[in-house]
């Protein structure tokens, strides 16, 4: 114990204090790593002017067409004198603005925060060179501050980085204001990286930068002038400001949001077309998120072109692509993750991929008597709006470090679901919009069997004149016309019924899809673990069992193969981009997946196709849908009692390629030939493996071949054969 205490007393007498001190190299990663984009880095310099009560910021680009130029960002504010220079613009992460989070002049609510973004104009440029004009005391001073960034250097120490800072009295004219000049530029801009900047620092304060007029985002604050910013480049004259704001007013509607300080939402809908005012209120209450509000312009396209004819479609489309989505502003300044073109923060396009067709609960009551209105959900390019909240209405709502995008606790999912849940009641809103539209446009149905029964009726009143001859044979077509008429009306209920039901196995398809293709993968696992299995087997054993293992083996061929054609049908790429396409290949992968059935069932399969016989321009899977319709039908028309076999053949030349299916089965009456052809009219015969048929199959060949401006029939069969069906694609020349 003794000992411990010499030690101690002897180390402490060599204590030394130390100091913490920052290298340079923190403050470049810091600059550089929390902002993304030159854009974002001027943006932050752009904060500042409205943080020091500005009006208008410009920011002027020269020389710039190559490395070396000049950007300068110049305001109207307020201004720094020394003092500020050096207790807030020189000292690093102050909390000046946290302790006065107001401004002086127009009570803004600050925006800067950590004040490293001014480090991050390194990224932009060689040098800052830093002027400013204030008044404190009735007196005006200007000061110039040159940082020079060659000298920031990792290894050295930020206190060792020295600014040289000019100070002198101005007369009272000199108006106050900032200019900072960003001296030798690091890359050289092009007019379309400007006018991508122009795009982005307009948005920074306005959701719809592409009008001449000035969006003011802080309405209640009447004595505020508003901010506005100005973007100029003399090198390029004709920087494009794109289209007007007449935009807005040909949306289809206008959408306000607004949550009171308990949380408590509020939304007002304006239809641009009838003038029609929409409210409504909801009980529930965003308790975490504070007093919020939003502005939301929806738009169709096509009604858009016909208001605004001048503008071509492919305008508006470039124009939702560019400015579409709904934008968040943080105390009046854009949170530049939100909106971006593939940005989907409030999750329309997924719920649009998906056709998700449920309506909120919240808003339930709002759908009654509509038919899935959210399948109308607008996608992102169909939207231009934006959401406003500020630290001080919304105390929990925060940025990240990196500014781009907001910390996602329960105040941002409680914003996410209040701008959601308004998007979902507007899509309610134009459903029934449509069906009212569209109720309109047709014109009412005339009952024909009223028509006919009111006809008999008049016959029988005048049966004396007419005479009994002609009253009789009156009434005997009058009966067949009705009788006709119930019959008809029988086959389309039954025809609409199935299509119910084939729109409902599209869905199923994809289900199917990936549960045959989990199937494939666990045969394949069951047979190699069977596989393991039979070295434990005594030889003289094992002969049962690997014959077991042949069919498991052959099994899991044959549902890979039917996986395959599933995912040919049903994959991107054979919807994607027409081709020319090798018929030989493709009747191979419509064989495969019917291989096993058809030995077991001893029918042949004969690919007579030339390796090198091609279709003309057309999409995959619309070629394996010819070909699975044919197929199955030619298997289902096969006998027991006939040899049974199936054949493909091809004649080509230069203008067209002709296909032929053969088949030995029991064959078409020549009557039947065209009439097999029209929708749900079917002949085949119920199969226990294939069902019975849906009567459409022909009918979709029929369909995708005459797209191609080609013919499919039926001919007489070359000996041998009981069917041949002709197709003839003609080869077009681009």
Sequence with gaps: ??????????????????????????????????????????????????????????????????????????????GMNFLDLQEKWMRIGTDDKERNPISSKYKRTCTGRKGIGRFACRLVSEQLILESVSKKNDKKEKIRAYFLWGTLRPGRKVEDFEVEVNQEAVSESTPTGTRLVLEGTRKSWTIKDIERFQKEILGLVNPFPWGSKEIKLRDSLTHDPGFEIQVKAPEYPKLERPLSDD??????????????????????????????????????????????????????????????????????????????????????????????????????????????????????????????????????????????????????????VTRDRLLENTAFEQLTQFVRLGIDWITIKYAAYKAKEKKKALRPKKDVLSTINTLEKLIGEHSVELGSDTTTTLQSYINMAKEEIITQREETISQISMLRVLASTGTMIHVFDHEISLAARRLGEMASDFQKFLSVIPLDNQNPYRILLANLRAWEMNVKNQAKMIGLMLGKDARAQRRTLSIHNAVEKIFAPFKRFMDENHIESINEVPVLSRTPLMYEAELQAIFVNLLTNAIKAQSSEREMKICVKVEDTEDAVSIFFLDSGVGLPREQWEEVFEPFMSYSVPNLDFGVGTGLGLTIVRDIIESYRGKVRFIDPPKGWSTCIKIDLPKVKR
């Design 1 to 78: 114990m003794k000992e411990n205490k010499k030690r101690i007393h002897s180390t402490s007498l060599n204590t030394k204090k130390l100091h913490f001190e920052v290298d340079s190299h923190l403050l470049l990663e810091l600059g550089e790593r929390l902002v993304a984009k030159p854009s974002v880095a001027l943006a932050e310099l752009v904060k500042n002017s409205f943080d020091a009560d500005a009006t208008l910021v410009t920011i002027r680009f020269l020389d710039v067409r190559s490395k070396g130029g000049t950007i300068q960002v110049e305001d109207n504010g307020e």
């Design 247 to 400: 935009i807005l007013s040909a949306s289809w509607g206008r959408l306000e949001g607004k949550l009171s300080e308990e949380g408590v939402p509020t939304f007002n809908l304006t239809i641009t077309p009838t003038g029609e005012k929409y409210e409504f209120r909801l009980s529930k209450k965003y308790t975490e998120l504070g007093a919020a509000s939003f502005i939301i312009y929806m738009f169709i396209y096509g009604k858009l072109e016909e208001k605004i004819p001048e503008i071509t479609l492919g305008d508006l489309r470039r124009l939702g692509r560019e400015y579409g989505g709904v934008k968040v502003f943080l105390d009046g300044f854009r949170v530049f993750r939100y909106g971006e073109p593939g940005d989907d923060w409030l999750k329309l396009e997924f719920d649009r991929s998906r056709s998700y067709g449920s309506t909120p609960p919240e808003i339930l009551g709002e759908a009654e008597g509509l038919k899935r209105p959210m399948l109308s959900l607008p996608g992102n390019n169909q939207l231009f709006g934006a959401v406003f909240v500020s630290r001080t209405q919304n105390p929990k709502i925060s940025p990240t």
